[in-house]
């Protein structure tokens, strides 16, 4: 079973430069210019550009750690190298997210072998995102945890319901996948089944299984999104266990959410708020 809510058509936004003339493309740049506000950076060679996606691979594997998406040796984040992006970069086997740094990271190919790294690779994570990144070349970073809320909600076998502007950051770009429900990806026909399903898709509820994350953008997109569905998910089930039947936004607001607060760039936006807090209060992770 798919119930597919992929992208739709983006709402074009027509927004003023800022005071130095420099192009806007959120609602949230500020149209004064020269104040602190976070900017995407440009890189000089891929040295620069694979040490940037390795810190902020760290920290959100930190950031599952203080949201509590720890369980066992489940859950693995990944994000392509700059340089060669038929391989990726992800964290380790049996390592704790709270315990993962630039120096345990292991880069690995879409066969599963580690070029680079001392820890072995989560087989369920290898067959699974290899598979994805493997059909889909566009996509640049991908997460998966077993998380409380998303995996009691993805029991249900349904969507998110546009219940707010939190869970309209999904709207037309989430999708229910019934294929392989419950069952361990540790076979690469089954990586695959699900594989062709995802990439399509920010979000993914897989049934009986949990939650996953796609982006084109990066591992703070990726990261970010994660959290959030994690959240809309404890949303709807609270709201479900009220009994009251819930107020729906129309789909024009749900859109419109989803453009201006549900976008790639929002995403690694909203992530930088948790990088500075890590970096400044964790800093291991660079080591």
């Known amino acids: 079973m798919l119930d597919d809510h992929s992208h739709d058509a983006p709402v074009a936004l027509d927004l003023p430069d ?26 000089a060679n891929h040295a620069e550009a694979r040490e940037y996606r390795k810190k902020h691979l760290v920290a959100a594997c930190r950031a599952f750690a203080m949201h509590g998406f720890d369980y066992g040796f489940a859950g693995h984040l990944t994000i392509r190298d700059p340089e060669r992006p038929e391989l990726y970069w992800t ?37 699974l995102h290899a598979a994805v990144h493997d059909e889909y070349p566009e996509v640049m970073a991908m997460c998966h945890a077993h998380t409380t809320y998303g995996t009691a909600w993805c029991a249900t076998g349904r969507p998110l319901d546009m219940i707010s502007q939190d869970a309209a950051a999904f709207y037309n770009s989430h999708a229910v996948i019934g294929a392989s429900a419950g069952a361990v990806a540790v076979e690469k026909e089954s990586g695959l089944s699900v594989a062709q399903q995802i990439g399509r898709n920010r979000g993914v509820l897989h049934q009986n299984h949990g939650l996953l994350t796609c982006s084109h953008h990066s591992i703070d997109d990726a990261a970010f999104w994660f959290i959030a569905l994690e959240r809309a998910c404890k949303q709807q089930l609270l709201v479900e266990a009220s009994g009251i039947k819930p107020q729906l936004l129309s789909e ?16 690694w936006l909203h992530f930088q708020t948790l990088y500075n807090h890590i970096a400044e209060t964790q800093p291991d992770m660079f080591a």
């Open 18 to 43: 800022d005071d130095a003339g420099r192009k806007r493309t959120s609602i949230y740049q500020p149209e004064q210019a020269g104040l602190i506000f976070p900017e995407i950076p440009e890189f």
């Open 91 to 127: 964290n380790p086997m049996c390592v704790h997210f709270s315990q993962v740094r630039m120096s345990n990271l292991i880069l690995a190919d879409h066969k599963g072998r580690v070029v680079e790294g001392r820890h072995a690779i989560n087989r369920a994570g290898f067959v």
């Open 252 to 267: 024009k607001t749900a859109r419109y959410s989803r453009e201006h607060v549900g976008s790639d760039y929002i995403g």
